[in-house]
C-alpha cells in the first residue's frame, strides 16, 4: 500500500480525535483546532493503530433501513418498558435466554450485541464465541417469551447482516428459516 493511502486511512481517525480535542476545550476557534490536529497527529504517530481486516460490505439502502428500524425499536421499547414499569414496578418478571448467531464474525457479533442493548429492555450480556450464542436478558417475559426473544434477536443478526455482512454472509442468513429481519 502506498503512503499516500496509508495517510489518506487515517484522515478519519485524525478528524474524530480533533473533534475530540475541541469538545473537551469546549470552544471551537482557529487555536483550538490548530492544537487539536497536532495532538491528533502526535496521538496516532504515538499509537498507531493496527491494520483491521474486515469482509465488511456497506450497503447505503439496507443500512438506511437498519438505522430506520432501531430508531422505531427505540421508541417501541421505551414505551414498553414505561409500561411495565407504571403496570407492574419493581415485580416486573425478566428473563435470560441464550441465543445461537448465525454468523461466526467477531464484528457482526458485536454490532448485534451493540443494537440489542441500544434499546431498553434488552441487553447482551455475555457472548460465548467458541458456540456462537448471546446470553440476552430481557425485561417484560413471560413464560413463553424466550422463542420471542430469539426470533426478534435473529431478525436483528438478518438485519445487520443484510447491511454489512459479506455476500457469504448475506447468502447464509437468507437461506435460515428463522432469520426474518
Not at 20 to 31: E, Y
Not at 44 to 60: L, Q, Y
Not at 84 to 111: C, E, N, W
Not at 115 to 138: E, H
Request: aromatic letters at 8%; proline letters at 5%; glycine letters at 6%.
Amino acid at each position: 500500500m502506498s503512503r499516500r493511502k496509508r495517510l489518506l486511512r487515517r484522515v478519519p481517525l485524525l478528524v474524530w480525535l480533533t473533534l475530540v480535542w475541541v469538545m473537551l476545550w469546549g470552544t471551537l476557534d482557529a487555536g483550538t483546532v490548530f492544537f487539536g490536529v497536532i495532538v491528533a497527529l502526535l496521538v496516532s504517530a504515538v499509537f498507531p493503530m493496527p491494520p483491521i481486516t474486515t469482509n465488511i460490505v456497506v450497503r447505503p439502502l439496507r443500512l438506511a433501513q437498519l438505522v430506520l428500524y432501531l430508531a422505531w425499536d427505540l421508541l417501541i421499547s421505551t414505551a414498553r418498558v414505561a409500561w411495565q414499569a407504571v403496570r407492574y414496578g419493581p415485580g416486573t418478571k425478566a428473563g435470560i435466554v441464550a441465543v445461537t448467531m448465525l454468523t461466526d464474525s467477531d464484528h457482526l457479533t458485536a454490532m448485534v450485541a451493540n443494537a440489542v442493548s441500544l434499546a431498553p429492555g434488552k441487553f447482551v450480556m455475555q457472548i460465548d464465541r467458541a458456540n456462537r450464542i448471546c446470553y440476552v436478558y430481557a425485561l417484560g417475559m413471560g413464560e413463553h417469551d424466550a422463542e420471542a426473544v430469539r426470533r426478534d434477536v435473529l431478525g436483528l443478526e438478518a438485519k445487520v447482516v443484510r447491511a454489512v455482512g459479506s455476500p457469504a454472509e448475506v447468502a447464509m442468513v437468507e437461506a435460515h428459516p428463522k432469520a426474518e429481519g
